[in-house]
Nanobody, 121 residues
Framework: QVQLVESGGGLVQPGGSLRLSCAPS????????MYWYRQAPGRQRELVAA???????NYAGFVKGRFTISRDNAKNTVFLQMNNLQPEDTAVYYC???????????????WGQGTQVTVSS
């Protein structure tokens, strides 16, 4: 069973940076539109950033130019570079996307398990 696996979370001081990565756990045929979401305690999951298979990006307003989503299609990996992190960015960050496991199967939507990002002094 293929899963999306996130990495790169951790504890950082306000103003610091982290780079999250997301990649499938096994061999796949292709990834398409990919997304980063986050969920803070007591709040609903919210969309942070999106990137199409062609590289077009969209961001939530609260990103305010601080975050950058990118992808490496050769490695089927998606990144989220987060700069100038603030305490309100503290949340579990989830990777989500449309993945085609093989040439013979239709793309499906997959979620990762999440990676904790904590911004605190």
């Amino acid at each position: 069973q293929v899963q999306l696996v996130e990495s790169g979370g951790g504890l950082v001081q306000p103003g610091g940076s982290l780079r999250l990565s997301c990649a499938p756990s096994g061999n796949i045929f292709s990834i398409y539109n990919m997304y980063w979401y986050r969920q803070a305690p007591g709040r609903q999951r919210e969309l942070v950033a999106a990137i199409s298979d062609g590289g077009r990006t969209n961001y939530a307003g609260f990103v305010k130019g601080r975050f950058t989503i990118s992808r490496d299609n050769a490695k089927n990996t998606v990144f989220l570079q987060m700069n100038n992190l603030q305490p309100e960015d503290t949340a579990v960050y989830y990777c989500n996307g449309n993945i085609q496991i093989s040439r013979q199967t239709a793309p499906g939507n997959y979620w990762g398990q999440g990676t904790q990002v904590t911004v605190s002094s």
